[in-house]
């Protein structure tokens, strides 16, 4: 029974050195780097905001009327095409008609009371002027010819009052243009006592539109005058609209603790297929540079993990806020570079390098062990080995 429990004490002890020289040699992968690469090119470098509008006219006028009345007729409806001064609905005419005659009739009167005011005038200056009337009565008469003739001036302004009054019934078009809505019916009673009730809505040129939208406080600063807008409308989705930014509104909107600016946007619509009350979204490129040298902003942000080089792979680095890395033979190469805007995505390239050159931006190791990978790909591990002068690891 003691030699058998040798035997597989010796036997379990022989496994679990097996086990342990596998677990050390076999179960290692060989390691696999991939470097990527990219060209350095020209390209455009953008930076945009986004926000949501409305698109109206550059010009709408309301129309309205400055009396009461019935509409007795209508001479345009929703899409008519109008020009200025053409009639486009009258009011009833009887009140107002009626109005103007009772003026003209006052006015008579008060003129034929000044003719006979002015003759006695006439007719005392001269007693007066004899001595045979007393200058009480020769002022009687000079005060109530006075009156008469404010009493005509009086009537003359009612006159003419009641004649704007009876061409106010008559309504036209102020603008050359379309009528967007309309607002009444006829036989319709409009009241004008304390504001001028709307009967239309005419835009003066739907081929000229505008864009009004809501940027956000967080943007609004770098919004200005003359940047380039594109926009698309739910109408026509596979459409891009291009305008133009023409106004900053300085005026701030509150709404839900979000506050906002307006800025106006021009909409060239020779199409047509623009329509007043659409929502845009709108995209504003408040910075754009084209046709500059480009790389990656992660070329940039590349750095050789000497984790992963071969013993005969060596680094040339240098001094330098910005650099970007090449890869020639078993060389990583730093290049000093200068660099310009940058959209997070693409940053221009000053100086430095030239067009065409290919610069690493990452690298990838397979092979290996799910920890040496995570290693070899994060920058902030630690590295395994001492980095001798030329970047190499010393393996020992």
Same mark, same amino acid.
């Given at each position: 029974?003691?030699?058998?429990?040798k035997?597989w004490?010796?036997?379990?002890?022989?496994v679990?050195?097996a086990?342990?020289?596998?677990?050390?040699?076999g179960?290692k992968?060989?390691?696999?780097v991939t470097?990527?690469? !990219?060209?350095?090119?020209? =390209?455009?470098?953008?930076?945009?905001?986004?926000?949501?509008? @409305?698109?109206?006219? /550059?010009?709408?006028?309301t129309?309205?009327t400055? +009396?009461?009345?019935?509409v007795s007729?209508?001479?345009v409806d929703?899409?008519?095409?109008?020009?200025k001064? %053409?009639v486009?609905?009258?009011l009833?005419?009887? *009140?107002?008609? $009626?109005?103007?005659?009772?003026?003209r009739a006052?006015?008579n009167?008060?003129? $034929?009371?000044l003719?006979?005011?002015?003759a *006695?005038?006439n007719r005392y200056?001269?007693l007066?002027d004899k001595?045979?009337?007393?200058?009480?009565?020769f002022?009687?008469?000079?005060?109530?010819?006075?009156?008469a003739? !404010?009493q005509v001036?009086?009537?003359?302004?009612?006159v003419a009052?009641a %004649?704007t009054?009876?061409g106010y019934?008559t309504i036209?078009?102020?603008?050359?243009? /379309?009528?967007l809505?309309?607002a009444v019916e006829?036989?319709?009673?409009v009241?004008?006592?304390f504001s @001028?009730?709307?009967l239309f809505v005419?835009a003066?040129?739907l081929t000229?539109?505008r /864009?009004?939208?809501?940027i956000d406080?967080?943007d609004?600063?770098g919004?200005k005058?003359?940047q380039r807008?594109t926009f @698309?409308v739910?109408?026509?989705?596979?459409d891009?609209?291009?305008?133009?930014?023409t %106004?900053?509104? %300085?005026?701030?909107?509150?709404s839900?603790n +979000?506050?906002?600016y307006e800025?106006v946007?021009s909409a060239?619509? $020779?199409?047509l297929?623009l329509?007043?009350g659409? @929502?845009?979204?709108?995209?504003?490129f408040?910075?754009e540079?084209?046709?500059?040298?480009?790389?990656?902003?992660?070329?940039l942000?590349?750095?050789?993990?000497?984790?992963?080089?071969d013993? *005969?792979?060596t680094?040339?680095d240098c001094?330098g806020?910005h650099?970007?890395?090449t890869?020639e033979g078993?060389?990583f190469?730093?290049?000093?570079v200068e660099i310009g805007?940058?959209?997070?995505?693409?940053t221009?390239?000053?100086?430095?390098?030239?067009?065409?050159?290919?610069v690493?931006?990452?690298?990838s /190791?397979s092979? =290996?062990?799910t920890?040496?990978?995570?290693q070899?790909s994060?920058?902030?591990m630690?590295?395994? =080995? *001492?980095?001798?002068?030329n970047?190499n690891n010393?393996?020992k």
């Amino acid at each position: 029974m003691k030699g058998n429990k040798k035997l597989w004490i010796a036997v379990g002890a022989v496994v679990a050195v097996a086990l342990i020289l596998w677990l050390i040699f076999g179960g290692k992968k060989e390691e696999k780097v991939t470097f990527e690469t !990219e060209k350095v090119e020209m =390209g455009n470098i953008q930076t945009s905001i986004t926000a949501t509008g @409305t698109i109206e006219p /550059v010009t709408s006028v309301t129309v309205g009327t400055q +009396v009461s009345g019935i509409v007795s007729k209508l001479y345009v409806d929703y899409n008519s095409v109008v020009k200025k001064g %053409q009639v486009i609905a009258e009011l009833d005419k009887t *009140n107002l008609t $009626s109005e103007l005659n009772a003026a003209r009739a006052n006015l008579n009167s008060a003129q $034929s009371s000044l003719n006979y005011q002015q003759a *006695n005038y006439n007719r005392y200056k001269t007693l007066y002027d004899k001595g045979l009337v007393s200058a009480n009565d020769f002022e009687s008469a000079r005060l109530s010819y006075q009156q008469a003739k !404010e009493q005509v001036a009086t009537a003359r302004e009612s006159v003419a009052k009641a %004649q704007t009054n009876l061409g106010y019934a008559t309504i036209t078009s102020p603008i050359d243009g /379309v009528v967007l809505s309309k607002a009444v019916e006829e036989g319709q009673t409009v009241a004008s006592s304390f504001s @001028t009730p709307e009967l239309f809505v005419i835009a003066q040129d739907l081929t000229d539109m505008r /864009v009004i939208a809501d940027i956000d406080e967080a943007d609004i600063g770098g919004v200005k005058e003359g940047q380039r807008v594109t926009f @698309t409308v739910d109408a026509f989705p596979d459409d891009t609209f291009e305008g133009t930014v023409t %106004q900053v509104r %300085q005026e701030a909107t509150t709404s839900s603790n +979000v506050v906002t600016y307006e800025v106006v946007i021009s909409a060239p619509n $020779s199409d047509l297929k623009l329509k007043p009350g659409l @929502t845009a979204n709108v995209t504003i490129f408040t910075m754009e540079k084209n046709n500059v040298l480009t790389v990656s902003s992660k070329a940039l942000r590349f750095t050789p993990n000497a984790a992963i080089l071969d013993k *005969n792979q060596t680094i040339e680095d240098c001094e330098g806020d910005h650099k970007l890395w090449t890869k020639e033979g078993n060389t990583f190469k730093a290049h000093k570079v200068e660099i310009g805007t940058t959209n997070g995505v693409l940053t221009e390239i000053v100086s430095g390098i030239s067009k065409g050159t290919e610069v690493l931006n990452e690298f990838s /190791v397979s092979g =290996g062990s799910t920890e040496q990978e995570e290693q070899a790909s994060n920058p902030f591990m630690p590295r395994p =080995g *001492n980095k001798n002068k030329n970047g190499n690891n010393s393996k020992k």
